[in-house]
């Protein structure tokens, strides 16, 4: 097997981070299997459980059952693990406490699996075990394939929501829950396509749709803030991890820069925007002066920080040691090394806001809606009617005079226009109590794994080869049969990412707890010392040799 590139301290960080963590996985797993494998009766016969000297076993399983503590520690009362229980989780996995393994088997199959996932992104990516081929367009494969995946979706998924309106208690669903997830999951669909088919004549849909991911942010997280006012470590925590743990990961193990995965650091930063917005003085957040404020308050600090020349870099340049970026391409300008995350996160600086703004009318809008949907029939259609019609005359003139411009052009006035075809969108999908209860669940299941679609399309769907590399060739697994190659990477390629979808979340549940701030700091520390230990473990291995030479 050929690696493309040389082995790094993180990436030998990681290998020596999850060599201990398969052992304690298959030893917790043996004990498992050790304690399922007593017999029936010696199991579950009192007599016996005392003629062969366990009583205790029983006793901490019916009196003083351990607790799973979120982040890893186990709490019991026995004689036998009072004194373990007493040790941190990190030096109990250290000593192979048998107690803590099994408690933990779980997470620690988990843990296993997602490195194996890992390793399988590094083969694909980075060996020459699997071949490549490259990328061609062909505009009527690429709508054939599209809508046939709408007709299969509209068959097999096509569902009638029923959900009440958590305002007003009525079937208004406005914006819901499953027309998000939907509207993510056709977009996403679309995005992956054009990466993979090298579709540039629909550059300007992709970057509406990113902005209308971004529209989303914004949107979801006023709405979670301003109706939950739930502020805490633990929240924004899980935030976090649910943003960055996977790319964090396939940074280290593929070394590459966080700037990569533009999606992440964009969403990190407007979700960490909102959250600062509505958490200043949180108390005063009913008021709607207030909001107005900070509303107001946004759009200042967009314009000083993107519009102002200079100032975006004075703010930046600190940060420019994950945020930076260099094609290794030598065909491509060299910029410098915040371009990547100007250029990025500049397009889109606006829309987070409006999709504040969207959410906080959000129950105003639905009230509406309730009006309209009581009145008079010939009123309800005359005014739904106005709409349609004043939405599709606005998104024909956004396409014609914005959209059709060349991508140069386009991405100039994007930042400033592309909420057009987003309220466009909203409207008509929203203008009947039919068409909001309706929804395709195959494509809001899709909707759900974006992110991990979006991070492992770049290496078992695609490759580049070289870190830091653009996904210029494709995976092949069966060359020379370009659709069979297709049908089975993308199998592969969907089952994975939702499988890191789960895993992220079981892991979060494991680590992030929701109530605990004197665990979660603990976790906290711990994972710093650990990878610090780690990191500096790998320097010493790697330069060793040099040292010795």
Known sequence: MLIFSPVT???????????PIVAAWIYAEYLEHRKNSVPVKVRHSDVNLVEVGVEGLEAVKEDDRAVLIEGGAVQSASPRSRTSSASSPIFRFLMMDEAFLIENRLTLRAICEFGALLAYFYICDRTDVFGSSKKSYNRDLFLFLYFLLIIVSAITSFKIHHDKSPFSGKSILYLNRHQTEEWKGWMQVLFLMYHYFAAAEIYNAIRLFIAAYVWMTGFGNFSYYYVRKD??????????????????????VLNNSYMLYYICPMHTLFTLMVYGALGIMNKYNENGSVIAVKIIGCFMVVILIWEIPGVFELVWSPFAFFLGYTDPDPSKPKYSRLHEWYFR???DRYIWIIGMIYAYYHP????WMEKLEEAEVKRRISIKMAVVLTALTIGFLWYEYIY?????TYNKYHPYTSWIPITVYICLRNV?????SYSLTLFAWLGKITLETYISQIHIWLRSGVPDGQPKLLLSLIPHYPLLNFMLTTSIYIAISYRLFELTNILKSAFVPT????????????AVVVSTVLYSLSLVFIRLPQMMA
């Not at 502020?231 to 280290?252: D, I, K, P, T």
């Not at 009947?432 to 909001?436: A, E, F, G, N, V």
């Not at 109530?515 to 711990?526: A, E, F, H, P, V």
């Open 432 to 436: 009947t109590q039919s068409l909001r």
């Open 9 to 19: 301290p993180g990436q030998l960080s990681a290998l020596l981070g999850f060599v």
């Open 515 to 526: 109530k605990d701030n004197k665990c979660l700091m603990y976790n906290l520390i711990t």
């Open 345 to 347: 996160s500049g397009l």
């Open 404 to 408: 059709k411009l060349d991508k140069i």
């Open 231 to 252: 502020f805490s470590l633990a929240r924004f925590a899980q935030m976090m991890w649910r943003l960055n743990f996977l790319v964090l990961f396939c940074c280290v």
């Open 364 to 367: 105003t809008v639905e009230r």
